[in-house]
């Protein structure tokens, strides 16, 4: 496994993915939390034991918590993959179960008395961030109601009982309290910020899918209108070219030339709207269509190569296949043009086609062994009309990116680590994917 990949993973699981609303987010965070808090607590068990800082009476107590704490996390984790929103209330409960275990466990350790009694303030801070108005407020309420609970006569420990804690204890464990308490605030702040990434990500997609709609509701409006005098054009250049036998001259097929582009880029308009009206989304295997849309794309000059991961050879998406099928066709055209422009010498144009899964997404991926992409695509990567053929129209990049967007994914354009250029999907996969 590369550094790379592994440092994605390990960001993965302590900062989780963005997702469509604020509360998943939160409450993704806190089932990662709990799940660092019943190891942390495991751990205390031990030293706890050897130091005499809980009665042996009470460990039965003590585990019977930890393991309620790992019932109330599978909830929780099932919650997040069932329900299509969290409400507050649901985080409102997730803490207050958090914040009774902590005073449950703290006055079998000796309550107030406990030198880790300061991580119960973390509660306040995080009703504070994660809850809204009032239940925020009843929240802390409730918090400081456990902080006077835990100053009322408790069983002490043998280490406590014996006398004061001394120095040598309360320092370290204030110390070790305020770094956990800064941490896990910083923590998360920084899921909540990928949060708000991801949010004015998926509203800039938005826009994108609004624009593509209204131009496809303008097409037609202008394509009428700009087709009749177009027509007239290239009738009226025709008739003076029999004319005065023009035939061979330059003039005439350079405005042949363009008016062909003009033609060609209104029929490209025409097909690219992708409204709801017209838009038919199926669950469909993705790997049978890469090998079905592949196999017909391929000619004696060209080939596509598919390699499918064993995982992703079963995986359903649901997605319109005619946008697909004409996003993936312009990616393989665009793969083949670039790896021309090179002017090598091959048998026939190599096209490496590769199909897995990647979190909650299959991942297809399009390498040519052309240039790489060009600045000014990369630059403006989603906007209609860029192109850098004298020929392209710039809408099948802008095609694949709108596709991506209606079905929830994503589309990237990386290059190669040796040459050429590498065009990306993330599709989602459909839930129960698994034929």
Same mark, same amino acid.
């Given at each position: 496994?590369?550094? +790379? ?5 390990? &960001? ?11 509360? +998943? ?13 019943? !190891? ?8 706890? !034991? ?5 009665? +042996? ?9 930890? *393991?309620?704490? /790992? ?13 299509? &929103? ?49 239940? /925020? ?135 690219? &709207? ?28 060209? +080939? ?22 004409? /996003? ?12 021309? &422009? ?10 490496? *086609? ?82």
């Amino acid at each position: 496994m590369s550094d +790379r990949l592994l440092q994605r993973k390990i &960001s993965g699981f302590i900062l989780g993915h963005g997702f469509p609303d604020e509360n +998943r987010t939160k409450l993704t965070w806190l089932i990662r939390l709990r799940w660092l808090a019943i !190891l942390s607590q495991m751990i205390c068990l031990h030293f706890a !034991l050897n130091h005499g800082w809980i009665n +042996r009476a009470y460990i039965s107590v003590y585990l019977f918590t930890i *393991v309620n704490l /790992a019932f109330l996390n599978i909830c929780a984790y099932y919650l997040t993959r069932k329900l299509k &929103s969290i409400s507050n209330g649901i985080i409102f409960f997730q803490l207050l179960c958090d914040l009774s275990a902590v005073t449950f466990i703290l006055i079998l350790t000796g309550g107030a008395w406990n030198p880790f009694l300061p991580i119960i303030f973390l509660h306040i801070s995080l009703g504070a961030i994660l809850l809204r108005g009032r239940t /925020a407020l009843i929240f802390c309420l409730i918090v400081i109601s456990s902080v006077l609970l835990l100053h009322s006569p408790a069983d002490m420990p043998p280490a406590i009982s014996k006398g004061p804690t001394s120095s040598q204890i309360l320092i370290p464990s204030q110390i070790t309290v305020s770094l956990l308490i800064f941490i896990l605030t910083y923590w998360l702040t920084c899921s909540l910020s990928l949060q708000k990434k991801f949010s004015e990500k998926l509203q800039a997609e938005n826009n994108r899918i609004d624009k593509l709609r209204a131009l496809g509701a303008l097409s037609s409006g202008f394509s009428h209108e700009f087709a009749t005098p177009l027509n007239t054009i290239k009738l009226r250049v025709e008739r003076l070219a029999r004319k005065n036998h023009l035939y061979e001259n330059d003039d005439y097929k350079t405005i042949l030339k363009a008016v062909s582009q003009c033609e060609n880029a209104i029929r490209q308009m025409s097909k690219s &709207s992708l409204s709801n009206e017209k838009t038919n989304f199926e669950k469909k295997n993705i790997a049978q269509i890469i090998k079905d849309i592949s196999q017909s794309w391929n000619t004696k000059t060209r +080939r596509a190569s598919v390699y499918i991961n064993e995982d992703a050879e079963k995986v359903e998406c649901f997605i319109p296949v005619l946008a697909f099928t004409k /996003a993936f066709v312009d990616i393989l055209d665009n793969a083949e043009q670039a790896t021309i &422009s090179t002017k090598k010498s091959y048998e026939y144009i190599p096209i490496l *086609v590769t199909l897995s899964i990647e979190n909650k997404y299959i991942s297809l991926s399009i390498l040519d062994e052309g240039s790489g992409w060009p600045e000014v695509v990369q630059k403006y990567a989603g906007q209609p009309f860029v192109t850098t053929k004298t020929d392209g129209v710039g809408l099948g990049l802008y095609n694949a990116f709108t596709f991506a967007s209606a079905v929830g994914g994503h589309f990237l354009l990386e290059n190669n680590n040796k040459q050429g250029a590498c065009a990306r999907f993330l599709i989602p996969i459909y839930e129960g994917g698994q034929i």
